[in-house]
């Protein structure tokens, strides 16, 4: 079973930051892709931003230029970084890790979600 725990979520003015952290823990051989997606009320949730393990990204359109995602492979963790914050990005941001286990299986896992509001 494989565990994610978010962080770095919170209330923040137009033209501010954050940075969001998700931290995977279990029976984790690899770890492939990991991104964070988000969900604004009333809306689907989308891709922002993914990770490759060899470190290549896709952004969305919304985001580029403004969000920086990046992981650090020996603690199983993703980051991104959001700078130049509009209300438009306000949402419920998760982070999606998919690998394998030790079992051999594959896992696709979500976390809780975390609340980001950007707003004066």
């Known amino acids: 079973q494989v565990q994610l725990v978010e962080s770095g979520g919170g209330l923040v003015q137009p033209g501010g930051s954050l940075r969001l952290s998700c931290a995977a823990s279990?029976?984790?051989?690899?770890?492939?892709?990991m991104g964070w997606y988000r969900q604004a009320p009333g809306k689907q949730r989308e891709l922002v931003a993914t990770?490759?393990?060899?470190?290549?990204?896709i952004y969305a359109d919304s985001v580029k230029g403004r969000f920086t995602i990046s992981r650090d492979n020996a603690k199983n963790t993703v980051y991104l970084q959001m700078n130049s914050l509009k209300p438009e990005d306000t949402a419920v941001y998760y982070c999606?890790?998919?690998?394998?286990?030790?079992?051999?299986?594959?896992?696709?896992?979500w976390g809780q979600g975390t609340q980001v509001t950007v707003s004066s």
């Open positions: 279990g029976s984790i051989v690899t770890i492939n892709a």
């Open positions: 990770i490759t393990s060899g470190g290549s990204t």
């Open positions: 999606n890790t998919q690998g394998r286990t030790w079992s051999g299986a594959g896992f696709s896992s």
